[in-house]
Structures are given as C-alpha cells and as structure tokens.
C-alpha cells in the first residue's frame, strides 16, 4: 500500500526547491510529492524534470502536484489535484489508468466525492493553522478528522485517507487512532536539523 508519510517539497526557487529535496532523499524520504506554487508551468517542468533526476537513484514514490501533463513527460508515479484543479477524470485520461491520483478534500462531502471520482487517496485537512497554504480552508483539529473518519466507516467507505496542515511530531499517533492512513507532512520537515533522525522516528511511529 501507500507510504504513511508524505513529503510536499517546500521552496521558493527551483534551487532552494531541489537543495530542500536532495536533503529529504538523503534522509530516507520514501514518497515526495513537488509542489512549486510560485512558479510558472515553465519552471514547474524544469523543476520536475530536474526533481525526476534526482529520485531515480533513491527508492521514493514521486509525485507531482497540479500538473497531470507533466506525469507522462517526466515518468513520474501520479498527481495530487486540488478541489479547483483539472477534474479528477480528465486527470485520469492524460496519466492512464495505472498512475496513482490524490485529491484534496476539507469536509466529508469533499471525501465523497473524491472517493466517486476513484481518486488513489485523499488528503485531507487542514489539521491546523499552517503557513505553508496561503488560502486556507477551516481547520478541522483531532475532532474533525474522528468525526468524518466516523462516518466513512459507517458509510463503508474505505479510502486512504492522510492528515495534512501544521502537523508536528507529537500530533501523529492521536491522528492515526481516528482511522486516519497517514499524514503529509511539509515545513515540520524541511525545517528540522537532522532530518534523517527525524523521519526515522515518524516511520517508527507510523509502523504501530
């Protein structure tokens, strides 16, 4: 199945983008997904295509954010699209069938309809404040996530669902006991010192 942690590259330039990324790799990152949101679709192919270099000499599900055109062109595994990107189906036409798609979701209503639209996962949230989105939708906390995680269990509904949004160590364990599959995790990582120290203790944590 799908890796518990997720990656979402930080970064204001390709080069503070791909110095971010290297150090991720090196500390045993297994699923990275580029997001570039300052950057023009030019710079976004460069950037990917420079990200897809990279990766290949590392066992890391790649991922690549917005841009479903530029899955084909790069060989990357999938897309992650947000509420107001390509539609999920048109997505699917350009990556085929075999490629993996994530959709962003806020409220259960959102889940269920990435889960009719046959996205491979969800990422829900915002689990708290974050600086990282700069338009944020409300955040939903430990009691938001029981409360749809609830309900899709008692609709069957069985869809991965990760946590995303000012995510930090501590938070990790009380997210999974609410069902939720993992988290996806952004600044928490590309900030801290020993990045390797750290995303072995979340795979750690994630293992349970």
């Given at each position: 199945m799908y890796d518990k942690i997720q990656y979402i590259s930080q970064g204001n330039s390709i080069t503070e983008q791909l110095n971010n990324i290297q150090q991720v790799l090196d500390a045993g990152c297994t699923w990275l997904q580029l997001r570039y949101k300052k950057g023009t679709e030019a710079e976004m192919r460069k950037l990917a295509i420079?990200?897809?270099k990279l990766i290949e000499n590392y066992n890391c599900?790649?991922?690549i954010n917005d841009y479903p055109e530029l899955v084909e062109a790069t060989g990357a595994d999938g897309v992650h699209l947000g509420l107001t990107?390509?539609?999920i189906e048109q997505a699917r036409?350009?990556?085929g069938r075999d490629k993996i798609i994530?959709?962003?979701a806020?409220?259960?209503?959102?889940v269920l309809q990435r889960h009719r639209e046959q996205c491979n996962y969800v990422g829900l949230g915002p689990f708290r404040f974050t600086q990282t989105k700069e338009k944020l939708s409300p955040v939903l906390g430990l009691s938001g996530y029981s409360t749809i995680m609830t309900q899709l269990q008692e609709m069957e509904i069985n869809i991965p669902v990760f946590a995303i949004g000012g995510i930090q160590q501590e938070d990790i364990q009380p997210i999974l006991n609410t069902g939720i599959y993992g988290v996806a995790l952004s600044g928490y990582i590309t900030q801290h010192e020993n990045k390797k120290q750290l995303l072995n203790q979340l795979y750690t944590l994630c293992s349970h």
């Open positions: 420079a990200t897809k599900t790649f991922i990107d390509t539609p036409k350009i990556v994530g959709g962003t806020n409220t259960l209503e959102d």
